[in-house]
């Protein structure tokens, strides 16, 4: 996508929050992303496909600058979006981290049968 059509991009996603989008430091890009990637690798999953071709764009991660993942417990968090597959997700949390040690947040009641 060019610069105008990441603009418009970014425009539709923050115009459901009140607040503006604060800019970051590459550094801090950097520490969400690696530490989201190492904690989500240490549960079972794997990125997505289109991560490798871009990873590099980050450059090097300093593991030193490291965040923590998870609620505030540090369990596993899952906000569902429309191109998951809960039941997937539900059935890896659970080998890695047992039932009931990690939360999910599902799209809608309906959906709530899957988490249990």
């Keep these: 996508m060019n610069g105008s059509e990441c603009e418009q991009f970014l425009a539709r996603i923050y115009q459901a929050f009140e607040e503006p989008p604060q800019a970051i430091s590459l550094e801090q890009a950097q520490a969400i992303v690696f530490s989201a990637l190492e904690y989500a690798e240490k549960l079972g999953f794997s990125p997505h496909a289109d991560f ?38 539900v059935d890896t949390l659970t080998k890695a981290v047992g039932a009931g040690n990690f939360r999910v947040i599902l799209p809608s009641a309906a959906d709530e049968a899957i988490a249990r």
Aim: glycine residues 10%; hydrophobic residues 30%.
């Design 52 to 89: 490798e071709p871009v990873r590099d764009f980050l450059g090097e991660w300093d593991p030193n600058n490291r965040i923590a993942c998870g609620d505030k417990e540090g369990n596993p968090l899952f906000f569902c979006g429309p191109y998951d597959h809960p039941q997937a997700v």
